[in-house]
């Protein structure tokens, strides 16, 4: 099994940056797509960025395109998720999901194992 650790969550002011991290642990030989989700308030839980593990190909989705990147660095078993330019709009519970096969999904249920989530929160 794959256990996924999320960190770099807190409270920032608008405008402000965060970076977050996803540190896999376990049988991180079988993961081969990482992915960003968050979950707002009283919203679904959306897609927010994947990347694929040994390749380095991602997807962003469009609101974040051009704030967040996603990157990974697979001598530590980490992927992040750097969020510039923040948001109201963006304070949620993000969460770090792996998928042991390939493929840049951006649906929940296509990815197999997830971590607790970090609290990011944008105050105006």
């Known amino acids: 099994q794959v256990q996924l650790q999320e960190a770099g969550g807190g409270l920032v002011q608008v405008g402000g940056s965060l970076r977050l991290s996803c540190v896999a642990s376990?049988?991180?030989?079988?993961?081969?797509?990482v992915a960003w989700f968050r979950r707002a308030p009283g919203k679904e839980r959306e897609f927010v960025a994947a990347i694929n593990w040994s390749a380095g190909a991602t997807l962003h989705a469009g609101s974040v395109k051009g704030r967040f990147t996603i990157s990974r660095d697979n001598g530590k078993n980490s992927a992040y998720l750097q969020m510039n330019s923040l948001t109201p709009e963006d304070t949620a519970v993000y969460y770090c999901?792996?998928?042991?096969?390939?493929?840049?999904?951006?649906?929940?249920?296509?990815?197999?194992?997830w971590g607790q989530g970090t609290q990011v929160t944008v105050s105006s």
């Open positions: 999901a792996g998928r042991r096969q390939g493929g840049l999904y951006t649906i929940a249920p296509y990815y197999d194992y």
């Open positions: 376990g049988r991180t030989s079988n993961t081969q797509t």
